[in-house]
């Protein structure tokens, strides 16, 4: 993988974080790119920051694991992620119509037929 596709996958993953770019996430999510591993203390001494920073991880679908102390990102997990994700082709959805009308009842009503309005109708009447 070249620098420009690195760098490219970088840039699509912070965009795709949805993590403001002041946040102690964003910064935590750019040295987590370009060293490849993260402490924990880093996110500050709240543990419930490191644990959402995770999920955040598991919502882009970017393969890390746990080390002594924080995490680091698997050997290819940027290349999966630009297979798996980027390069992805989804598959239209083809949405079938036709010009007839469309019946909105179970059936049409017929003309000898009497309805539940009409019988309701002649019960109260009686």
């Not at 644990?51 to 393969?63: A, G, I, P, R, S």
Request: charged share 30%.
């Amino acid at each position: 993988m070249t620098a420009s596709e690195e760098l490219e996958i970088d840039v699509h993953l912070l965009r795709a974080s949805n993590l403001r770019t002041t946040s102690i996430g964003y910064k935590a999510f750019e040295r987590l790119l370009l060293n490849g591993r993260l402490s924990s203390d880093s996110l500050g001494s709240d543990y419930t920051l490191f644990v959402n920073f995770t999920k955040v991880l598991d919502h882009l679908q970017l393969e890390y694991q746990f080390i002594t102390g924080g995490l680091a990102l698997k050997e290819n997990a940027k290349e999966n992620y630009r297979q798996n994700v980027m390069l992805r082709r989804h598959q239209p959805v083809k949405i079938y119509r036709t010009n007839e009308r469309q019946r909105v009842g179970k059936d049409e009503p017929e003309e000898n037929k009497i309805g539940w309005c009409d019988r309701k109708l002649s019960d109260t009447n009686t």
